[in-house]
């Protein structure tokens, strides 16, 4: 009860927060602050800091040990709150007031800003700035919650008190803007599924209940935002009045969202509000009369309007009661600064999260979509800008348009677009900037659209101020929008939150008077649906004809190219809702859209019936012509007809029945093509204005594609009861197509046979796909950025986009952080890559510079000009506290994961591989590219690993020139049939089993008699206990069946069928389904395991025991003893943690047996490692810090003093390479600082 009336205590003193008294009461009573009340000097303070407050600040309060904890008060003399303002001044106070909580008020001392700055000991970094806002409009429930938590009674306290280290750690958590925003989620998550059932009761429409539960509490979401403007009769807290309004005019039950909501929507926000709804009161009917005219679509009645639905009052006052609690801005946070409320960007990660149609909302990752974080967002558009205006205005000025993209800080803002002005360059730079365009093929929730649309607004306003322009902030942002912003999502939910996300970052600089707004005859948003597109940005097919890049085929007649322009120009007026447009609705835009596709196939068609009957003229009169094939992705190539060569007759047939055939295929798609609905997304025709010019492409493609494993991907557009096996198997050579015929010379792609030459690996992930077709979107000057899983970076179905990439684009950038995840929610790990556009018409870029980016610290803290100034001047490996990059010359890395074929004539044995060059004379060795790993060598090696390659050149050798590599027991899902644990001997040649693996609701377990000679003992969880290097035991048997079953086994097979455990992924393909695979046969001498943690250990296996859960290696050389001694060696767990797989999010190092195999490794084989082997093979192998003698796991800088056999071993080895003691000491320090990085970074979004 005492916490309840506490709570309201402090909830009334922010209710009624003017003047500086309720401040005193705050602190120096309720939460328990001492009183100071002392100005401080803001003698020697720049002007930025200086000028925006009306006096000097106050050391309001203080707390802790030694007063050590301060509030400081600030009142600016402005009558609103700008963050840009506050910042320089918290700046300025912090260097001498490292623990506080910052408070602002504007001069009239109603509004207020509670800051905190996150606490890091590095005060250099660019500091995390989080805000509470109090004031009238605000809604104080989370506000009251947290500010609650600073009281100093009610923190922890030591023997000495409470430190201000442990104060500032309250507050930090206090200001957690991600608790808010789970909190929210989880509540919201509540209501979501709760209208969603409610709405599939009614309707049965799991699909259309799905739609429009988020449609509706997307139109509610958006009445909390601008309401927040006071545009609704000028009432902060509107929609509490017109639901307490409904109330107490005792309307008929459960018509409020009819009678009310509806009105609201589909009337007042459409300038269609009318006097005759006698039910509403009078200040309601003046509040809707006088309501701004939206549209936008919206507030527009569409085809989820059509069906009746009924959202009772008892559902609304859920949702109102929800809506209630939390504080909504409209303002979207930037990396530095965070407000403690609900905004446009935490609405985008609870949509992200409401993804599927499903029961269960968590199963957002079958569909592969997670939010990017605010801070890579902006890390990403900011390089991609710079890249791209770079490539417009010039190299030479890169330093400097960093300089100006990269100014957060007032200060910085202004001393950047003096350097500008000083080059005379704005005028340069504000015409490149007005003309960029950005694309994001995967847009999801918008986020990287908002992101781009705030940092390019910041640049033309600063531009603006420069040239003098008289832009309003309301319509320039409405510009570039319209020019500059386009998404495609395939989701369409995705697509409606993306343009609730604009509309709102539209409507915050829309500083209109309430008066004008209704008057307006343009409405206030402008129509989103020609820039954010729903549709498959992949496959653009119908009836098996590929639609893409329509304007690049010659066969398209000049009366379809005048259409094409005339719908750009629509579209540019229906964007703008201008009454000369020549479309009322997007339904009548969407309508010209299919007759242009009917016209094009049915030019199509009359070009292949031409051509069919030149060729039957040609047969007749025997007269040779050569005709031209209709140029247009996806038909047959027939040959050419030559009068020299002479067709024979069945050629002209066979040629006249393949145009036949594609004629066939194009009446189909026609057929196919009735409604809108039947409209594919194709990007020539969706985004006519971009593919329409010279140069057609985008300026920048950008974005975070879908994370899908190849095993799951699928048509989205199909429902989950409708995608199967071979549908599967069809969009996935959809895909294969549509980047063959994308890249057509790359993949050597033959239309007329489907076939490539160069396959795209069928095991490739989606995000592979979007690589590759987002490339082939870009202008000739164009950037792409991406932030995706690293995976592709070292495993097999990565090097066809490696060695395209290597041949055709500049890879400027890849960059990892190995101090922070960037998906919390997401088993991944990522990496964010900046490229060129691709040149394909020849290998122009092998020249180019590469260059690998591993930082140390988050990304928040390294958004600095003067670091990415660094990265992009790097000529050598290069390693400061903040970052290693590793810069080197694409036809090096091109060079370094080729295979040499030596061709028969030539007998000459050489290692190096010569690139061919334009014009070169053909090689006599062909190198063919088979991959490397760019993830394990150019970002996570250590200096020491490149000093070892030196070093021990002489002894590199692929491992699989000492073992054959067999892969690990695999039994599909029947484990538990094959694997027995519970095993007795009865007597000599009789086992007694038990196997309790029953996969029945009433499966009895199996319990009887197995003869000796079936059970083959297996090592399973043997050596999670027993962590040596020598097996000498087993924990477990396999069922061998070798031959006929005898009758014991009989009945145990018959009991493992009863289970199903003939119908496993294995066992369905096998006959007799039982039948032992290799590996349940033989084991091998040792054993490899298939992922590593904070062991390295590699066993031998002397008996040849069958193991489960290991890979397996048969030596090819009788020195079993010294390979198993090397394997265990520092030296291989070095290599082992630099070049395998951290793609996975959790921690683990992954490993697959062809790359262990293919390993470059300097190999020592000495007599000196049969003693050391002795020494350690039969005691217990430990972590890295125990086997290092390290007690702290934390840090790598505690002195190293390995195990006394440990160090034997490794040293035999160290000294056949000739490292020196340094250099030894470099290899312990990096395995253990790899392996630290590696598991702490697992963490890093936990804390």
């Given at each position: 009860m005492a916490d309840i009336e506490y709570k309201k205590t402090i909830f009334e003193i922010l209710n009624n927060f003017k003047g500086i008294e309720p401040l005193k009461e705050l602190f120096w009573t309720e939460l328990n602050y001492d009183r100071v009340n002392e100005s401080l000097s803001r003698r020697g303070w720049p002007k930025t800091a200086t000028e925006v407050l009306a006096e000097d600040p106050v050391l309001f309060a203080s707390g802790g040990q030694g007063d050590e904890f301060h509030i400081i008060y600030s009142r600016l003399s402005s009558d609103r709150l700008f963050i840009t303002q506050e910042r320089p001044v918290v700046s300025k106070l912090l260097n001498d007031h490292p623990y506080s909580l910052f408070i602002f008020s504007n001069e009239a001392q109603d509004r207020w800003h509670f800051i905190n700055v996150k606490y890091d000991e590095k005060t250099e970094k660019r500091r995390l700035f989080r805000r509470i806002t109090i004031g009238h409009g605000e809604r104080l429930r989370t506000a009251t919650e947290r500010i609650e938590m600073l009281d100093l009674e009610r923190a922890e306290k030591d023997l000495f008190g409470q430190s201000p280290l442990a104060i500032q750690q309250v507050h930090d958590h206090a200001f957690d803007v991600e608790a808010v925003t789970k909190q929210f989620f989880d509540e919201y998550k509540t209501v979501f599924k709760d209208l969603q059932n409610n709405l599939k009761s009614q309707s049965k429409d799991k699909v259309w209940a799905h739609d429009y539960a988020l449609q509706f509490l997307n139109r509610v979401m958006f009445l909390y935002f601008i309401q927040r403007k006071g545009w609704l009769g000028e009432d902060s807290e509107f929609l509490r009045s017109f639901w307490e309004s409904y109330q107490k005019t005792e309307q008929p039950e459960d018509t409020f969202f009819e009678q009310w909501l509806s009105v609201l929507f589909f009337e007042a926000f459409n300038n269609k509000f009318h006097g005759g709804h006698r039910h509403f009161p009078k200040e309601i009917k003046r509040a809707l009369a006088t309501a701004p005219y939206l549209n936008g679509g919206l507030f527009q009645k569409n085809d989820l309007d059509q069906k009746p639905a009924k959202i009772t009052d008892v559902r609304f006052e859920q949702l109102f009661a929800f809506m209630e609690k939390y504080n909504f801005t409209i303002s979207e946070d930037s990396p530095l600064d965070k407000e403690v409320a609900v905004d446009p960007e935490m609405i985008g990660k609870v949509y992200e999260s409401l993804v599927n149609v499903s029961d269960e909302v968590d199963e957002r990752g079958d569909a592969g979509i997670f939010y990017t974080p605010r801070t890579e967002i902006d890390l990403m558009c900011r390089l991609s800008l710079v890249d791209n205006l770079t490539n417009h205005v010039g190299k030479k000025y890169k330093d400097l348009i960093y300089e100006v993209v990269f100014a957060f800080e007032l200060d910085e803002k202004t001393l950047a677009d003096k350097a500008l002005a000083d080059a005379n360059l704005w005028k340069e730079f504000n015409d490149s900037l007005s003309k960029i365009t950005v694309l994001d093929p995967a847009c999801g929730s918008g986020s990287f659209l908002v992101g781009m649309l705030y940092i390019l607004d910041d640049l033309q306003?600063?531009?603006?101020?420069?040239?003098?322009?008289?832009?309003?902030?309301?319509?320039?942002?409405?510009?570039?929008?319209?020019?500059?912003?386009?998404?495609?999502?395939?989701?369409?939910?995705?697509?409606?939150?993306?343009?609730?996300?604009?509309?709102?970052?539209?409507?915050?600089?829309?500083?209109?008077?309430?008066?004008?707004?209704?008057?307006?005859?343009?409405?206030?948003?402008?129509?989103?649906?020609?820039?954010?597109?729903?549709?498959?940005?992949?496959?653009?097919?119908?009836?098996?004809?590929?639609?893409?890049?329509?304007?690049?085929?010659?066969?398209?007649?000049?009366?379809?190219?005048?259409?094409?322009?005339?719908?750009?120009?629509?579209?540019?007026?229906?964007?703008?809702?201008?009454?000369?447009?020549?479309?009322?609705?997007?339904?009548?835009?969407?309508?010209?859209?299919?007759?242009?596709?009917?016209?094009?196939?049915?030019?199509?068609?009359?070009?292949?019936?031409?051509?069919?009957?030149?060729?039957?003229?040609?047969?007749?009169?025997?007269?040779?012509?050569?005709?031209?094939?209709?140029?247009?992705?996806?038909?047959?190539?027939?040959?050419?007809?030559?009068?020299?060569?002479?067709?024979?007759?069945?050629?002209?047939?066979?040629?006249?029945?393949?145009?036949?055939?594609?004629?066939?295929?194009?009446?189909?798609?026609?057929?196919?093509?009735?409604?809108?609905?039947?409209?594919?997304?194709?990007?020539?025709?969706?985004?006519?204005?971009?593919?329409?010019?010279?140069?057609?492409?985008?300026?920048?493609?950008?974005?975070?594609?879908?994370?899908?494993?190849?095993?799951?991907?699928?048509?989205?557009?199909?429902?989950?009861?409708?995608?199967?096996?071979?549908?599967?198997?069809?969009?996935?050579?959809?895909?294969?197509?549509?980047?063959?015929?994308?890249?057509?010379?790359?993949?050597?792609?033959?239309?007329?046979?489907?076939?490539?030459?160069?396959?795209?690996?069928?095991?490739?992930?989606?995000?592979?796909?979007?690589?590759?077709?987002?490339?082939?979107?870009?202008?000739?000057?164009?950037?792409?950025?991406?932030?995706?899983?690293?995976?592709?970076?070292?495993?097999?179905?990565?090097?066809?986009?490696?060695?395209?990439?290597?041949?055709?684009?500049?890879?400027?950038?890849?960059?990892?952080?190995?101090?922070?995840?960037?998906?919390?929610?997401?088993?991944?790990?990522?990496?964010i890559v900046l490229f060129s556009s691709p040149d394909m018409k020849k290998e122009t870029r092998l020249e180019e510079t590469a260059r690998f980016v591993m930082f140390k610290e988050p990304f928040e803290h390294i958004i600095s000009p003067v670091i990415f100034e660094e990265i992009e001047t790097a000529r050598k490996r290069k390693t400061t506290p903040e970052y290693r990059v590793n810069p080197i010359i694409q036809k090096q890395l091109l060079e370094d994961g080729c295979e040499i074929h030596v061709d028969e004539d030539s007998k000459e044995e050489s290692q190096k591989v010569r690139v061919k060059k334009p014009k070169q004379a053909p090689l006599i060795k062909v190198a063919k590219y088979i991959g490397n790993k760019w993830g394990g060598k150019y970002l996570r090696a250590p200096d020491i690993y490149w000093t070892i390659l030196e070093k021990g050149k002489s002894l590199i050798k692929k491992l699989n020139y000492y073992f054959d590599g067999e892969r690990y027991l695999n039994t599909g899902g029947a484990d538990g049939f094959f694997i027995l644990n519970k095993v007795k001997i009865v007597k000599k040649g009789l086992f007694f089993v038990v196997n309790d693996h029953t996969t029945t609701p009433n499966g009895k377990p199996f319990e009887g008699e197995i003869e000796e000679k079936y059970l083959v003992p297996l090592v399973k969880d043997y050596t999670r206990k027993n962590k040596r290097i020598e097996i000498n035991g087993y924990d477990a048997h396999c069922l061998v069946v070798k031959g006929n079953p005898s009758h014991l086994v009989k009945k145990y097979i018959k009991w493992g069928e009863q289970q199903g455990y003939h119908r496993r992924s294995v066992t369905k393909h096998q006959r007799p389904w039982f039948k032992p695979t290799r590996q349940m046969i033989s084991g091998a001498k040792i054993l490899v395991p298939r992922s590593f943690n904070d062991t390295f250990l590699v066993h031998f296996n002397p008996n040849l025991y069958i193991s489960l859960r290991f890979y397996r290696l048969h030596p090819k050389r009788e020195k079993d003893v010294q390979l198993i001694a090397y394997l265990n060696s520092t030296l291989v767990a070095l290599f082992l943690e630099t070049l395998g797989n951290k793609s996975l999010g959790q921690g683990v190092l992954d490993f697959f047996m062809a790359d262990f195999l293919t390993m470059k490794i300097p190999v020592v084989e000495r007599r000196d490692l049969d003693h050391a082997y002795k020494a350690m093979k039969n005691r217990i192998v430990h972590d890295v810090w125990t086997e290092f003698g390290i007690k702290s796991t934390g840090t790598s800088k505690t002195k190293i003093c390995p195990l006394a056999d440990r160090k034997r071993l490794d040293d035999v080895v160290f000294d056949a390479i000739g490292l020196t003691q340094g250099e030894r000491e470099a290899v312990y320090e990096a395995v253990i600082d790899m392996v630290n990085t590696r598991l702490k970074k697992a963490i890093s979004l936990k804390r």
């Open positions: 306003d600063r531009a603006a101020k420069q040239l003098k322009s008289t832009e309003t902030p309301y319509d320039r942002k409405k510009r570039i929008i319209r020019e500059s912003l386009y998404g495609v999502d395939v989701m369409a939910w995705a697509c409606h939150v993306a343009e609730l996300r604009l509309w709102l970052a539209l409507i915050i600089d829309a500083e209109i008077p309430t008066a004008d707004l209704h008057i307006r005859k343009e409405p206030l948003l402008p129509h989103f649906s020609f820039k954010i597109r729903c549709g498959d940005s992949l496959v653009q097919e119908v009836g098996g004809i590929n639609l893409g890049h329509i304007q690049s085929s010659q066969n398209i007649s000049s009366t379809i190219i005048n259409r094409l322009t005339k719908l750009k120009t629509g579209k540019f007026k229906f964007y703008n809702n201008d009454p000369s447009c020549q479309f009322r609705s997007t339904d009548e835009a969407m309508h010209e859209e299919l007759r242009i596709f009917r016209d094009i196939l049915g030019t199509l068609q009359h070009n292949i019936e031409q051509e069919i009957k030149k060729i039957q003229r040609a047969q007749e009169m025997s007269i040779g012509k050569k005709y031209i094939q209709p140029d247009f992705a996806g038909f047959s190539e027939p040959k050419p007809y030559q009068a020299e060569l002479g067709l024979k007759s069945s050629d002209k047939q066979k040629d006249i029945l393949i145009l036949q055939q594609d004629m066939e295929r194009i009446k189909q798609a026609r057929s196919a093509l009735k409604d809108v609905k039947d409209v594919p997304f194709v990007w020539d025709i969706a985004f006519v204005e971009i593919f329409g010019g010279i140069n057609s492409g985008f300026d920048i493609v950008i974005g975070n594609p879908p994370y899908v494993r190849q095993e799951n991907i699928s048509d989205s557009l199909l429902s989950d009861e409708e995608v199967t096996t071979s549908n599967k198997k069809e969009y996935k050579a959809k895909l294969a197509r549509s980047i063959y015929q994308a890249f057509p010379r790359f993949f050597e792609y033959n239309a007329s046979k489907d076939t490539a030459a160069n396959k795209i690996d069928a095991r490739s992930d989606l995000y592979i796909y979007f690589y590759l077709h987002g490339l082939s979107l870009l202008n000739p000057k164009g950037s792409f950025c991406f932030i995706t899983s690293n995976s592709w970076l070292d495993v097999g179905y990565g090097k066809r986009l490696q060695e395209f990439l290597l041949k055709h684009c500049h890879i400027k950038m890849v960059i990892d952080n190995q101090a922070k995840r960037s998906f919390a929610s997401a088993d991944v790990n990522t990496i």
